[in-house]
């Protein structure tokens, strides 16, 4: 079965940190360009980060640059976001999903209509 399980979200003071893990079975994970997006209450989904299946090229959204990072470890079929600097803004639930065109107009504008897969969310909340 087909599995992008998200984890490592929780409860943090502005200006902490968390680290999201997306692990995926099921499929072929190198295959796949891998994003993070969020949702927070009363808002539209909004693409975070992104690293391409091909090269590994990382975007992220204006809102994260300089405090998120996103790594992908294909041995471990797991993507990572390091999540510095957190504010009450970032709170939201978190998603991964898959892409499998790997088209870098995916990442650039963070196309949440091309996922294949999507993961169950994890619950980020940064208190003030």
């Known amino acids: 079965d087909v599995q992008l399980q998200a984890s490592g979200g929780g409860l943090v003071q502005a200006g902490g940190s968390l680290r999201l893990s997306c692990a995926a079975s099921?499929?072929?994970?190198?295959?796949?360009?891998i994003g993070w997006f969020r949702q927070a209450p009363g808002k539209e989904r909004e693409g975070v980060s992104c690293?391409?299946?091909?090269?590994?090229?990382?975007y992220y959204s204006d809102s994260v640059k300089g405090r998120f990072t996103i790594s992908r470890d294909n041995a471990k079929n797991t993507v990572y976001l390091q999540m510095n600097s957190l504010k009450p803004e970032d709170t939201a639930v978190y998603y991964c999903?898959?892409?499998?065109?790997?088209?870098?107009?995916?990442?650039?504008?963070?196309?949440?209509?091309?996922?294949?897969?999507w993961g169950e969310g994890t619950q980020v909340t940064v208190s003030s």
């Open positions: 999903g898959a892409e499998p065109f790997g088209s870098s107009e995916f990442c650039e504008e963070f196309r949440y209509y091309e996922i294949k897969y």
């Open positions: 099921g499929f072929t994970f190198d295959d796949y360009t």
């Open positions: 690293i391409n299946r091909s090269d590994g090229s990382t």
